[in-house]
């Protein structure tokens, strides 16, 4: 018996994730006015206006060079080009490294046209983020940067963190994160997050600035990792917390947060630290072994 078999793939545009990136561009594009026939209230395009920044910010460049800036059309760019230059609001003259290259640049008119527009916007801009919190601003901000390094991802270059005091905000952060992050990578289930909960908890209440401590890590604006040194006796402190989040894993922050909690240990005078972990935790467990920490004690939890 022959048996006929077949697979009905979905379309493009029923993906949810295509929707969810065609309803934000409807959305920005809406925001910030692009859909106008004439953008920032003149007579010009958005790529008419576009290239005029390019221009602006330059001292000069070649048709070549700005239509691959642009991903432009090499007959559209051209007709524009043509258009300004009749306007009297850009120049040409030949490269004096190479005769057969041709720079473009904006003449004092063509500066003229474009100061207005360029203060026009950036008043547009500031009126739009004028309408929300600095928290909720410092959201956007990172947001923007995110989706520019997804898309869009420039040379290789050193990562780079900062550890911080923690500050209002970052308890949620550090209770969310270890219910997210346990649940997905080890099956553990609320009432871990719930003993996160708790730490966090005797933490705030019992806090004593000059021996206590929680650093966050921060990359890009966003907080990346976490630890807390606590006081359990007046020689001993305990480490607590200590926690990367995977999109972070491999800077150095894990062992930079260990050693800087003993680093804040040894000058506040504490003899000793002591913390306990999960035998499945071997990240954590290594970064431990390197800073000197030995297994004392092992029991079922």
């Known amino acids: 018996m022959a048996v006929q078999a077949s697979r009905r793939f979905p379309l493009a545009t029923r993906d949810d994730s295509v929707h969810a990136v065609r309803r934000f561009n409807r959305f920005y594009t809406r925001q910030i006015g692009v859909l ?23 001292d000069s460049i070649t048709a ?14 051209s007709r524009m080009l043509n258009n300004f230059e009749k306007q009297g609001w850009i120049k040409t003259a030949p490269s004096a490294t190479d005769r057969r290259r041709i720079l473009l640049s904006l003449t004092g008119k063509g500066r003229k046209v474009f100061a ?12 739009m983020l004028a309408k929300v919190s600095p928290s909720q601003r410092r959201d956007l901000l990172n947001g ?28 949620g952060w550090v209770v969310h994160e270890h219910g997210v992050l346990y649940a997905r990578e080890y099956g553990y289930d609320e009432r871990f997050e719930a003993l996160v909960a708790a730490i966090v908890a005797e933490f705030i209440d019992n806090l004593d600035p000059a021996r206590d401590r929680c650093w966050i890590a921060e990359k890009d ?5 976490s630890i807390f040194l606590v006081h359990q006796s007046k020689s001993t402190a305990k480490l607590r917390l200590l926690l990367v989040d995977p999109s972070a894993r491999g800077l150095g922050i894990g062992k930079d947060l260990v050693s800087t909690c003993i680093s804040f240990a040894r000058e506040v005078g504490y003899r000793k630290v002591v913390l306990w972990t999960q035998s499945e935790l071997h990240g954590a467990r290594h970064l431990y072994q390197q800073a000197g920490f030995v297994r004392v004690a092992e029991e079922p939890h």
Do not use: C, F, N, W
């Open 221 to 225: 604006g966003e907080a990346v990792g």
């Open 64 to 77: 070549v060079d700005l239509r691959r800036l642009l991903a432009l059309d090499r007959g559209y760019l």
């Open 116 to 127: 207005p527009l360029d203060q026009r916007s950036s008043e547009e801009v500031a009126a």
């Open 144 to 171: 923007m940067r995110r989706i520019e390094s997804i898309l869009h991802p420039g040379p290789a270059k050193d990562p780079t963190y900062v550890l911080r005091r923690h500050r209002s905000g970052d308890m």
């Open 36 to 58: 106008q026939e004439h953008l920032l209230r003149s007579r010009l395009s958005l790529t008419e206006v576009r290239v005029l920044y390019e221009l602006a910010h330059r």
